[in-house]
């Protein structure tokens, strides 16, 4: 199966930094990488899909790329609500399995 | 707006069975392609099943597969998650999700549910 890791397991940081989360699938995925959002408590939310494509009613502040092995998600300016953990998840073959997570913090 | 409720979690020693049903509103249930995905307690996300819009194609993940089946009911707005030969390593939080896509199954969860909880132990 392919495998997807994601860096740094967490980060601390502080209201309005700029913060960029890592995807590294094991073996090419194109661009079938999709982001998620989840709070403690709470179901995940998608943020992103195929790669960059930003979700309707997600805020501008988030973005995607990459293709192939390699994808980032990046928060421009980070908001009071966007501490949470972020998931990635391939989408492109059996069986869709997301990276271990990341944990954003407050600093 | 769309909704999603899970229900018939509950604790179960191993071997036994159990039924989970997502309850759906807000959308067009028979446009779209539906999931279920997972969460062991304070890990990780793990897609379980799908079903296609028509309840014709499904596909579960190598570790429940011959366990568990998902299926649907259209004219019901229902999904469903039956759980056979339980073991404890199925102990998790279970969402259901909608597809992201009504031309084709994406495997992009778009909508969830607010999960419920099964925990099998003896």
């Known amino acids: 199966d392919i495998q997807l890791t994601q860096s740094p397991s967490s980060v601390s940081a502080s209201v309005g930094d700029r913060v960029t989360i890592t995807c590294r699938a094991s073996q090419d995925i194109r661009s079938w990488l999709a982001w998620y959002q989840q709070k403690p408590g709470k179901a995940p939310k998608l943020l992103m899909y195929?790669?960059?494509s930003l979700q309707s009613g997600v805020p501008s502040r988030f973005s995607g790329s990459g293709s192939g092995t390699d994808f980032t998600l990046t928060i421009s300016s980070l908001q009071p609500e966007d501490f949470a953990t972020y998931y990635c998840q391939r989408a492109n073959s059996f069986p869709y399995t997301f990276g271990q997570g990341t944990k954003l913090e407050i600093k | 707006q769309e909704q999603l409720v899970e229900s018939g979690g509950d604790v179960v020693q191993p071997g036994r069975s159990l039924r989970l049903s997502c309850a759906v509103s807000?959308?067009?249930?028979?446009?779209?392609?539906m999931h279920w995905v997972r969460q062991a307690p304070g890990k990780g996300l793990e897609w379980v099943a799908a079903i296609s819009k028509d309840g014709g194609r499904k596909s579960h993940t190598d570790s429940v597969k011959g366990r568990f089946t998902i299926s649907r009911d259209n004219s019901e707005n229902a999904l469903y998650l039956q759980m056979n030969s339980l073991r404890p390593e199925d102990t998790a939080v279970y969402y259901c999700?909608?597809?992201?896509?009504?031309?084709?199954?994406?495997?992009?969860?778009?909508?969830w549910g607010q999960g419920t909880l099964v925990t099998v132990s003896s």
């Open positions: 195929v790669a960059s």
């Open positions: 807000g959308f067009t249930f028979s446009s779209y392609a």
């Open positions: 999700a909608r597809d992201h896509s009504v031309v084709d199954i994406t495997y992009y969860f778009a909508s």
